[in-house]
């Protein structure tokens, strides 16, 4: 068995120690936008560094924390006998999460374990391809309900994400089945029914000099339920680059008016992400607030990933 079949191997039969019972694909809301891995497992170590990445939100009485890490491996290229040898980067990603999420009426935890091989296209190596796969699973706990005569329960049940991801520095374009055993057992117990989400976007050059670049987007998922509106299937986004500033917003509920602003400094980022209630005041309506905070751990300059490129 080569090294490459042994690695995928061990991602998909490591046990995973999981919790949740939201689904962790979707919780926060802001994971579609900075850490996008946890959704289609392809897309882990596609920036070819480190990024460590924390999400958490807050929502009425809801609360929820996202850490995750994804990178693409390094190999050592050794020129001679004498020479230590200079690093490079392998084919294979990996990325790894953990959650804790309170709900206000349940709690639980979550992890999960990723690994993609992404293969190069074209003798520039701009463009790959990507597959992976993903292990977790979830845990929760709900205390039960005296007065509605609900007795106290916990929830265990493991999971598999899929993906295939083709990106270059301007385009991308993935499609990832989540939840796949909930899918196929039917269990809906757990919140967390099977997924197929199509995500895509690519960047236009606006101003090389002022380092702007607009960035469509669009996230379309589709599960066993059939939303009231087609246009529910549809999440759109748009990403606005000032140089080292991001602002822009994501459409995850139509009844809802999101925004967000990411800022990146030399090694780490921080961002936040709103969603306020449409035409309905704040004050009657809770709101979404999440903060990331990641740090990029980059090990060399390449070709498809300078330090100066999001």
Not at 283 to 291: F, G, L, P, Q
Request: with cysteine; charged share 20%.
């Amino acid at each position: 068995m080569s090294g490459v079949k042994k690695v995928l191997t061990f991602i998909l039969l490591l046990p995973v120690v999981v919790a949740s019972g939201q689904d962790v694909s979707f919780n926060p809301v802001s994971g579609r936008v900075f850490t996008p891995y946890i959704f289609n497992p392809a897309i882990a170590g596609s920036r070819d560094f480190l990024s460590l990445d924390l999400l958490a939100t807050l929502r009425d009485k809801q609360n929820t924390q996202l850490l995750g890490a994804n990178t693409r491996l390094g190999k050592t290229k050794r020129k001679s006998l004498t020479e230590s040898g200079t690093g490079e980067y392998s084919n294979i990603g990996i990325g790894a999460y953990i959650l804790n999420d309170n709900t206000g009426f349940s709690r639980g935890a979550g992890a999960g374990i990723a690994g993609a091989y992404h293969i190069p296209l074209g003798r520039e190596k701009h463009s790959f391809l990507s597959l992976g796969a993903a292990a977790k699973g979830f845990f929760s706990h709900y205390p039960g309900d005296d007065d509605l005569n609900i007795s106290e329960r916990d929830t265990l049940f493991p999971d598999l994400d899929a993906g295939i991801y083709f990106y270059n520095p301007v385009f991308h374009i993935g499609l990832s089945a989540t939840n796949i055993l909930s899918g196929i057992s039917g269990n809906d117990s757990i919140n967390s029914s099977g997924k197929y989400i199509l995500n895509t976007g690519f960047k236009m050059l606006l101003s090389r000099n002022l380092k702007i670049i607009l960035e469509p987007m669009i996230i379309a998922e589709m599960s066993n339920t059939f939303p009231e509106k087609v246009r529910d299937f549809f999440h759109p986004g748009l990403k606005l680059y000032l140089g080292n500033f991001c602002m822009g917003s994501y459409l995850n509920d139509y009844d809802r008016i999101p925004f967000f602003f990411q800022y990146k400094y030399p090694g780490f980022y921080i961002g936040t992400f709103f969603e306020l209630p449409r035409n309905t005041p704040f004050y009657k309506k809770d709101i979404t607030a999440e903060i990331a905070m990641g740090i990029n751990i980059i090990k060399n300059k390449t070709a498809y990933n300078r330090k100066d490129q999001w």
